[in-house]
């Protein structure tokens, strides 16, 4: 029981911690208005640490709620389907390196960047109907691996402040 209490306790502050997060990153004026869309993803050095101290499925359910409220908070249907997609193709690819450790929380970190924009672009397409928006993807592809990196960072430096292991 109190195992169970710690760790519903440690996914509701990191679910916070990631709300408080997003909040601060929507406040932040854009990165480079001519490219809409484009952000640090600070929220995600939280997921990134979820991953790595409780594994992909309490990473999945922290990403979730976070996906929902900011959803509910910020944005709307729309953000959230663009987010959700991305978010699947990103812990999924980032759960997968996890588990074989092919590389360090950065690397990890900038496969999940890199494929969370093409989960949005894939969504966009369908969405739009138009291949076209498929040429935004070498800039999203640039600014997942600059953000990736930072999340990378930020998160390992994370993970060896609270005494975890970051392979």
Known sequence: MRNQTQ????LALC???????????????????AIPGIKMGLPNVVILFVLYRRGVRDAAAVSAVRLVAVALLFGNVMTLAYSVAGAILSLTVMGILRR??????????????VCHNVGQILVAMALLKTEEIGYYMPVL?????????????LGGLLLKQLGERAD
Do not use: K, M, Q
């Open 15 to 33: 679910a916070s911690a990631t709300l408080v997060l997003s909040y601060l990153e929507a406040l932040l004026p854009p990165l480079y208005a």
């Open 141 to 153: 592809a640039i600014t997942g691996t600059l953000a990736g990196i930072l999340v990378g960072l």
């Open 7 to 10: 760790r519903l306790t440690l």
């Open 100 to 113: 074989f450790n092919w590389f360090s929380p950065v690397g990890v970190s900038v496969a999940g960047g």
